[in-house]
């Protein structure tokens, strides 16, 4: 693929967004497009493109039948879920993955228990490790970002307690491994 630009379809739900998140993919040389179409999978074919990005916004049932639609098209194709706020770290990450040693971490997953929500994650390797909720508090543009922690951890599964109102009041947790391998966890359902 070095020989041409990379193919990108980026998915959406605001169209301000949208527009910015294209406009930047296609000032760094790739070849991007975006959609705010509610079936993205009935407009393009996957096999038009080498990533595939759906944005925080998406619901989740729509953010699966998408995953799994596009793999079926294209079982080479990238899906990746972004959140605006790091999406271009998060493609940047993604496009070049191939050359790293796989994922350091997976099975990220906020779940709500009696005194705190419980944040998991599977750490393959031993790495540094920042969990982090974006909230938008009134009627804010801009996310209020809250560390939770910053930490190194070995291989292994790791629990880490989150206040009951910060994840209550939470939109996105975002679990960044080694300062660039990103996990998310949508944490407003009703969004």
Not at 49 to 63: E, K, N, Q, S, Y
Request: proline share 4%; charged share 25%; net charge negative.
């Amino acid at each position: 693929m070095a020989s041409r630009a990379r193919r990108i379809l980026v998915i959406g739900k605001r169209a301000d967004i949208l527009e910015r998140g294209v406009a930047a993919l296609n000032q760094q040389g790739y070849s991007a497009v975006g959609t705010v179409s509610a079936s993205p999978d009935a407009e393009f074919h996957a096999g038009g493109f080498d990533l595939i990005t759906v944005g925080g916004g998406v619901d989740p049932a729509t953010r699966a039948r998408l995953h799994a639609r596009f793999k079926e098209q294209n079982k080479d194709v990238m899906v990746l879920d972004v959140y605006a706020p790091i999406a271009m770290q998060q493609i940047a990450w993604a496009l070049r993955r191939n050359s790293v040693d796989g994922e350091l971490g997976s099975a990220f997953s906020v779940t709500e228990g009696e005194d705190a929500f419980v944040a998991r994650a599977t750490i393959e390797r031993a790495c540094t490790l920042r969990l982090e909720i974006y909230s938008y508090p009134g009627s804010a543009l801009e996310p209020e970002i809250a560390r939770v922690v910053d930490t190194s951890v070995a291989p292994g599964t790791h629990e880490l307690k989150v206040a009951k109102e910060l994840a209550r009041g939470g939109f996105m947790a975002v679990l960044t491994l080694n300062g660039e391998e990103h996990h998310l966890h949508r944490l407003d359902p009703a969004g």
